[in-house]
């Protein structure tokens, strides 16, 4: 079983839904990271929280530490938002270690 | 500002041919990565670097080499090319390791034949 887990791996959605992406994980952290990869494209960090929830316009991330669960929501979808989605975990302990998951790839239809 | 930079963006290789993937990084980062990507898995760590002069192993160091002479400079060195190195090769940088946001270059495809 790996690390870091991601549901769905590919999901589909109409320009205008509610989307949301989920990350489970089995270690203790420190950090989840949430990244963005355009197809054929570079990684970007959208973010990086610890506890609680964070929010950068129209995407919202979550996090519940007691049941190693994340979600990252994308409100009002648009076709530009279509890309894979990567969570990662920074691994409790002195070496700070980052451990991926294998992505969501989203699909945003106009 | 420049972020993370990478070349090259494609490359094709034989088997055997060596070649170095460059990155450099203008944000006074300690913290440097490469990671290689492959379909159906999560990027994993070949190299990292906490600094100028220090260097260290990832999870799939076989066949690569890495030094750190400048903070800004993080090459990852092929030394004889395999087919199982065709990937698409990320370099990051951070302030920390783990509990910083990363940045990432744009990737370098890389095709061993």
């Known amino acids: 079983k790996n690390e870091v887990e991601q549901s769905p791996q590919n999901l589909t959605a109409q320009e205008g839904e509610f989307i949301t992406i989920n990350c489970s994980y089995s270690?203790?952290?420190?950090?989840l990271h949430w990244l963005q990869q355009h197809p054929g494209g570079g990684i970007v960090s959208l973010f990086m929280l610890s506890s609680g929830k964070k929010k950068h316009g129209r995407l919202i991330a979550t996090i519940n530490i007691q049941e190693k669960h994340s979600s990252l929501h994308i409100t009002a979808s648009h076709p530009r938002d279509s890309a894979v989605y990567i969570c990662a975990v920074t691994y409790g302990g002195a070496t700070n270690k980052l451990i991926f998951g294998t992505g969501t790839l989203l699909a945003v239809q106009p | 500002n420049a972020g993370v930079t990478q070349t090259p963006k494609f490359q094709v290789l034989k088997t055997g041919q060596s070649m170095t993937l460059q990155c450099a990084q203008d944000?006074?980062?300690?913290?440097m990565s490469w990671y290689r990507q492959d379909p159906g898995m999560g990027l994993r760590l070949i190299h990292y670097?906490?600094?100028?002069?220090?260097?260290d192993q990832g999870e799939v160091p076989n066949g690569y080499n890495v030094s750190r002479s400048t903070t800004e400079d993080f090459p990852l060195r092929l030394l004889s090319a395999a087919p199982s190195q065709t990937s698409v090769y990320f370099c990051?940088?951070?302030?920390?390791?783990?509990?910083?946001?990363?940045?990432f270059g744009d990737g370098t495809r890389l095709s061993i034949l």
């Open positions: 944000m006074n980062h300690e913290y």
């Open positions: 270690v203790g952290i420190s950090a």
């Open positions: 670097s906490v600094g100028a002069g220090i260097t």
């Open positions: 990051a940088s951070s302030y920390d390791r783990g509990n910083q946001p990363q940045h």
